[in-house]
Protein backbone atom coordinates (compact mmCIF):
# COMPACT_ATOMS: atom_id res chain seq x y z
CA UNK A 1 0.00 0.00 0.00
CA UNK A 2 1.30 3.30 -0.94
CA UNK A 3 2.33 6.07 2.07
CA UNK A 4 2.06 9.52 1.72
CA UNK A 5 2.57 11.05 5.22
CA UNK A 6 1.78 14.45 5.87
CA UNK A 7 3.84 16.15 9.50
CA UNK A 8 1.29 17.63 10.85
CA UNK A 9 -2.53 16.80 11.32
CA UNK A 10 -3.34 20.31 12.47
CA UNK A 11 -1.36 23.51 12.93
CA UNK A 12 -1.98 26.77 14.23
CA UNK A 13 0.69 29.86 13.07
CA UNK A 14 0.95 33.68 13.02
CA UNK A 15 0.51 35.88 9.99
CA UNK A 16 3.84 37.06 8.80
CA UNK A 17 5.54 33.51 9.85
CA UNK A 18 7.16 31.48 7.82
CA UNK A 19 5.50 28.03 7.71
CA UNK A 20 6.89 24.84 6.36
CA UNK A 21 4.67 21.65 5.71
CA UNK A 22 6.45 18.33 5.04
CA UNK A 23 4.97 15.29 3.26
CA UNK A 24 7.16 12.08 2.85
CA UNK A 25 5.96 9.40 0.48
CA UNK A 26 7.31 5.44 0.29
CA UNK A 27 7.29 4.35 -2.88
CA UNK A 28 9.48 6.40 -5.04
CA UNK A 29 7.12 8.04 -6.68
CA UNK A 30 8.37 10.54 -9.14
CA UNK A 31 5.75 13.12 -9.18
CA UNK A 32 4.43 14.81 -5.96
CA UNK A 33 2.19 17.58 -5.76
CA UNK A 34 0.54 20.08 -3.07
CA UNK A 35 -3.29 21.51 -3.01
CA UNK A 36 -5.28 22.95 -0.92
CA UNK A 37 -8.73 21.94 -0.39
CA UNK A 38 -11.11 24.95 0.55
CA UNK A 39 -15.09 24.55 0.86
CA UNK A 40 -17.29 25.34 -2.34
CA UNK A 41 -13.67 25.27 -4.19
CA UNK A 42 -12.60 22.14 -4.72
CA UNK A 43 -8.81 20.81 -4.80
CA UNK A 44 -6.63 23.47 -5.55
CA UNK A 45 -2.98 22.47 -7.58
CA UNK A 46 -0.43 24.68 -5.60
CA UNK A 47 2.88 23.37 -7.18
CA UNK A 48 3.75 19.82 -8.41
CA UNK A 49 7.23 18.00 -8.64
CA UNK A 50 8.24 15.76 -11.12
CA UNK A 51 11.65 14.88 -10.37
CA UNK A 52 14.53 16.01 -7.31
CA UNK A 53 15.14 19.65 -7.57
CA UNK A 54 12.29 19.93 -10.50
CA UNK A 55 9.39 22.26 -9.68
CA UNK A 56 6.66 23.26 -11.53
CA UNK A 57 3.97 26.11 -10.73
CA UNK A 58 0.15 24.97 -10.10
CA UNK A 59 -3.08 27.18 -10.32
CA UNK A 60 -2.17 29.58 -7.27
CA UNK A 61 1.25 29.52 -6.79
CA UNK A 62 1.52 33.22 -5.37
CA UNK A 63 2.75 32.92 -1.64
CA UNK A 64 4.14 29.54 -1.78
CA UNK A 65 7.50 27.88 -2.40
CA UNK A 66 8.47 24.36 -2.51
CA UNK A 67 11.32 22.21 -2.19
CA UNK A 68 12.04 18.65 -3.18
CA UNK A 69 15.70 17.65 -2.18
CA UNK A 70 15.61 14.08 -1.79
CA UNK A 71 12.82 12.11 -3.90
CA UNK A 72 10.58 10.74 -1.00
CA UNK A 73 10.57 14.32 0.34
CA UNK A 74 8.45 17.16 -0.91
CA UNK A 75 7.70 20.25 1.21
CA UNK A 76 5.21 23.49 0.92
CA UNK A 77 6.85 26.67 2.27
CA UNK A 78 4.36 30.00 3.24
CA UNK A 79 7.31 32.51 2.73
CA UNK A 80 5.55 35.30 4.93
CA UNK A 81 1.50 33.44 6.16
CA UNK A 82 -1.69 35.33 5.94
CA UNK A 83 -5.05 34.49 6.88
CA UNK A 84 -5.88 33.94 3.70
CA UNK A 85 -3.63 30.84 3.57
CA UNK A 86 -5.72 29.22 6.20
CA UNK A 87 -7.11 25.91 4.16
CA UNK A 88 -6.52 22.05 4.13
CA UNK A 89 -3.57 21.49 2.64
CA UNK A 90 -2.90 17.54 0.85
CA UNK A 91 -0.50 16.21 -0.43
CA UNK A 92 -0.01 13.32 -3.25
CA UNK A 93 2.66 11.31 -5.31
CA UNK A 94 2.21 9.13 -8.15
CA UNK A 95 4.36 7.35 -10.83
CA UNK A 96 1.23 8.23 -13.50
CA UNK A 97 -2.75 7.44 -12.07
CA UNK A 98 -3.93 7.70 -9.51
CA UNK A 99 -2.43 10.34 -7.31
CA UNK A 100 -2.36 8.91 -3.63
CA UNK A 101 -3.22 11.45 -0.89
CA UNK A 102 -2.02 11.94 2.39
CA UNK A 103 -4.20 12.68 5.59
CA UNK A 104 -3.91 16.56 4.91
CA UNK A 105 -2.33 19.46 7.59
CA UNK A 106 -5.35 21.33 8.46
CA UNK A 107 -3.72 25.42 9.25
CA UNK A 108 -5.33 28.16 10.58
CA UNK A 109 -3.26 31.46 10.36
CA UNK A 110 -4.52 33.85 13.03
CA UNK B 1 -12.31 29.19 -16.08
CA UNK B 2 -13.47 25.75 -14.88
CA UNK B 3 -12.65 22.97 -16.92
CA UNK B 4 -14.08 20.35 -14.80
CA UNK B 5 -17.60 20.70 -13.65
CA UNK B 6 -19.50 19.07 -10.79
CA UNK B 7 -22.74 20.81 -10.90
CA UNK B 8 -24.51 19.28 -7.81
CA UNK B 9 -23.17 20.45 -4.41
CA UNK B 10 -24.82 17.55 -2.43
CA UNK B 11 -26.95 14.28 -3.41
CA UNK B 12 -28.76 12.70 -0.58
CA UNK B 13 -30.21 8.62 -1.55
CA UNK B 14 -31.96 5.94 0.30
CA UNK B 15 -29.72 3.07 1.08
CA UNK B 16 -29.91 0.31 -0.76
CA UNK B 17 -30.68 2.70 -4.09
CA UNK B 18 -28.83 3.78 -6.58
CA UNK B 19 -26.59 7.31 -6.17
CA UNK B 20 -25.75 8.86 -9.97
CA UNK B 21 -23.02 11.56 -9.64
CA UNK B 22 -22.02 13.64 -12.65
CA UNK B 23 -19.33 15.75 -14.20
CA UNK B 24 -19.12 17.59 -17.31
CA UNK B 25 -15.67 18.67 -18.76
CA UNK B 26 -14.66 21.19 -21.18
CA UNK B 27 -10.99 20.46 -22.22
CA UNK B 28 -11.14 18.15 -25.18
CA UNK B 29 -7.10 17.41 -24.73
CA UNK B 30 -8.29 15.00 -21.21
CA UNK B 31 -8.16 11.43 -22.09
CA UNK B 32 -8.08 9.81 -18.66
CA UNK B 33 -10.64 10.53 -15.75
CA UNK B 34 -10.81 9.37 -11.98
CA UNK B 35 -13.34 9.95 -9.26
CA UNK B 36 -12.00 9.80 -5.41
CA UNK B 37 -13.95 9.99 -2.37
CA UNK B 38 -13.13 12.02 0.54
CA UNK B 39 -14.15 11.23 4.36
CA UNK B 40 -13.64 14.64 6.56
CA UNK B 41 -10.36 15.23 8.06
CA UNK B 42 -8.91 12.28 5.74
CA UNK B 43 -7.17 13.10 1.90
CA UNK B 44 -8.89 11.85 -0.96
CA UNK B 45 -8.86 7.66 -2.14
CA UNK B 46 -8.95 6.90 -5.62
CA UNK B 47 -11.86 5.12 -6.42
CA UNK B 48 -12.69 4.22 -10.21
CA UNK B 49 -10.95 5.43 -13.32
CA UNK B 50 -11.71 5.55 -17.06
CA UNK B 51 -9.83 6.04 -20.10
CA UNK B 52 -11.18 7.68 -23.41
CA UNK B 53 -11.39 4.68 -25.33
CA UNK B 54 -13.81 3.24 -23.30
CA UNK B 55 -17.49 4.02 -22.36
CA UNK B 56 -17.75 1.96 -19.33
CA UNK B 57 -15.86 0.51 -16.30
CA UNK B 58 -17.16 -1.13 -13.37
CA UNK B 59 -15.33 -2.36 -9.96
CA UNK B 60 -18.08 -3.97 -7.73
CA UNK B 61 -20.80 -1.57 -6.57
CA UNK B 62 -19.04 1.32 -9.04
CA UNK B 63 -19.21 2.05 -12.48
CA UNK B 64 -18.13 4.77 -14.26
CA UNK B 65 -19.64 5.92 -17.53
CA UNK B 66 -18.38 8.15 -20.23
CA UNK B 67 -19.90 9.72 -22.52
CA UNK B 68 -16.56 11.53 -24.68
CA UNK B 69 -19.28 13.51 -27.21
CA UNK B 70 -20.90 15.01 -24.55
CA UNK B 71 -18.31 15.27 -22.45
CA UNK B 72 -19.87 13.94 -19.38
CA UNK B 73 -19.66 11.09 -17.18
CA UNK B 74 -20.84 9.73 -14.01
CA UNK B 75 -20.67 7.67 -11.46
CA UNK B 76 -23.02 5.59 -10.03
CA UNK B 77 -22.89 3.33 -7.22
CA UNK B 78 -25.26 0.64 -6.46
CA UNK B 79 -26.63 -0.30 -3.99
CA UNK B 80 -25.54 2.85 -2.08
CA UNK B 81 -24.55 2.07 1.80
CA UNK B 82 -24.65 4.64 4.57
CA UNK B 83 -20.56 4.34 4.64
CA UNK B 84 -20.76 5.68 1.11
CA UNK B 85 -21.29 8.85 2.66
CA UNK B 86 -18.60 11.22 1.40
CA UNK B 87 -17.33 14.24 -0.85
CA UNK B 88 -16.89 12.57 -4.49
CA UNK B 89 -14.44 14.88 -6.38
CA UNK B 90 -14.08 14.14 -10.39
CA UNK B 91 -10.78 14.84 -11.73
CA UNK B 92 -9.09 14.39 -15.19
CA UNK B 93 -5.93 14.34 -16.87
CA UNK B 94 -4.50 15.09 -20.26
CA UNK B 95 -2.63 11.65 -19.87
CA UNK B 96 -1.32 11.10 -23.78
CA UNK B 97 -2.65 13.88 -25.11
CA UNK B 98 1.18 15.71 -24.98
CA UNK B 99 0.04 17.99 -21.66
CA UNK B 100 1.31 17.33 -18.06
CA UNK B 101 0.01 14.04 -18.02
CA UNK B 102 0.70 13.40 -14.52
CA UNK B 103 -1.43 16.25 -13.46
CA UNK B 104 -4.94 16.27 -12.40
CA UNK B 105 -7.75 18.93 -12.67
CA UNK B 106 -10.43 18.59 -10.03
CA UNK B 107 -13.79 19.46 -10.15
CA UNK B 108 -15.68 21.20 -6.43
CA UNK B 109 -17.12 18.14 -5.41
CA UNK B 110 -20.77 16.35 -4.95
CA UNK B 111 -21.48 15.33 -1.11
CA UNK B 112 -23.30 12.35 -0.95
CA UNK B 113 -25.49 11.68 1.99
CA UNK B 114 -26.95 8.07 1.72
CA UNK B 115 -30.11 7.70 4.42
CA UNK B 116 -30.68 4.94 6.66
Known amino acids: DVKVTQSSRYLVKRTGEKVFLECVQD?????MFWYRQDPGLGLRLIYFSYDVKMKEKGDIPEGYSVSREKKERFSLILESASTNQTSMYLC?????????FGDGTRLSIL | DQQVKQNSPSLSVQEGRISILNCDYTNSMFDYFLWYKKYPAEGPTFLIS?????DKNEDGRFTVFLNKSAKHLSLHIVPSQPGDSAVYFC???????????????FGKGTLLTVNP
Open chain 1, 92 to 100: ASSSYQPQH
Open chain 2, 91 to 105: AASARFSGGSNYKLT
Open chain 2, 50 to 54: ISSIK
Open chain 1, 27 to 31: MDHEN
